[in-house]
């Protein structure tokens, strides 16, 4: 770490100043020389220092087809998560960031610090090559087209919900309705959106279609495919403490992260 990575605080920056002194702080902060572990534990360490409204943050990363605890600051906290359990499961399942403005209102949140009034949790891509996942376009399932959308049910669920009235077969459902499914988002280039399908695989050898054993996420398109492999997630106890500037910078500052850091190996 370089001596240019420490920052001093006066106490009478706002938010968005606060941000963007992490982000200058952040070019510095990280190196592929280090081992990941040290560069992400830095990185909540800096955002923890930085934002004085923020009770608790840390990263969970995918294995074995949950997320596990990886690299935190604050109290004790939940070292096993569920795909589609909590805000951090959600995120696991949509690929896109999420702010709860009170996590009372939150179904299903799971309160590892019951002092938590607010969350914000944002996924985290890697590169990757493909790895071979056999896909099952709209075409080839009855009821999954390009506006489908991937929904939770109130038990943490995985499902997918047609907005173009296409219903989908009970055999379909039964697949889908499983939190080890495998989703893939893929980019709706005609309208600039990102859609979500499941990934079935089939098993030849009895002539269905089974779901995969481990959840796997991926965003195609013109840029370089990438996998989702964890979430950052940040807690306070305000009510509405996060906002759309902390989504803005806080993607910014995982962007860097991910660049000049070392990925993790779980």
Known sequence: MSEAASITFTGTESKEERYRLLLAQAEHLFSPEEHWLSSFSNFTAAVKEALP?????????????RLVLGPFQGKLACTVIQPGKGVCGKVCLTGETEIVPDVNDFPGHIACDSGSNSE????????VGDD?????SGSEVSGISKDNALDLSDDGAFGLSGRDGADFSGEDKRLMNTQTATAEM????????KTAAAVMVDDNSQGTKTAGTEAKYKVTGNKAEKELFGVLDLDSYQTAAFDETDKHYLEELTAILLTKATLPVV
Do not use: E, H, K
């Open 53 to 65: 409204y923020v009770s608790w943050v840390g990263f969970y990363f995918l294995s074995g087809g």
């Open 120 to 127: 914000i949790v944002v996924p985290l891509f890697r590169n």
């Open 132 to 136: 071979g996942a056999l896909g099952l």
């Open 186 to 193: 893929g980019d709706d280039n005609s309208q600039g959106t």
